[in-house]
């Protein structure tokens, strides 16, 4: 069974930084582009940011130049660092994934938990 799980979370004053992980385990062929989304009380479900190679990633506009994406292939991970934070980040950030099972198959969105990230002073 595929599963995400991040972790790094947590609450830090505005200008902080946080760094968010995700690690993707259960057995699968390959993952296509895998990512980050938030949510805030009361708001959708919006992208962060995301990545298919080392330099192909998407960044919504309101973290470019603070937020950086990366991945590590052999460790089935993906990274958030998160500089010079608001309080307007705050939300609860997801893992998102598109996963290859197997070598034939289309690829499946998986999501993880959730970790919740605070902004405050």
């Known amino acids: 069974q595929v599963q995400l799980v991040e972790s790094g979370g947590g609450l830090v004053q505005p200008g902080g930084s946080l760094r968010l992980s995700c690690v993707a385990s259960?057995?699968?062929?390959?993952?296509?582009?895998i990512g980050w989304y938030r949510q805030s009380p009361g708001k959708q479900r919006e992208l962060v940011a995301t990545?298919?190679?080392?330099?192909?990633?998407n960044y919504t506009d309101s973290v470019k130049g603070r937020f950086t994406i990366s991945r590590d292939n052999a460790k089935n991970t993906v990274c958030l660092q998160m500089n010079s934070l608001k309080p307007e980040d705050t939300a609860v950030y997801y893992c998102?994934?598109?996963?290859?099972?197997?070598?034939?198959?289309?690829?499946?969105?998986?999501w993880g938990q959730g970790t919740q990230v605070t902004v405050s002073s």
């Open positions: 259960g057995g699968f062929f390959r993952i296509n582009d």
């Open positions: 990545i298919i190679s080392g330099t192909n990633s």
């Open positions: 998102n994934a598109a996963i290859i099972r197997s070598r034939y198959s289309f690829p499946r969105s998986y």
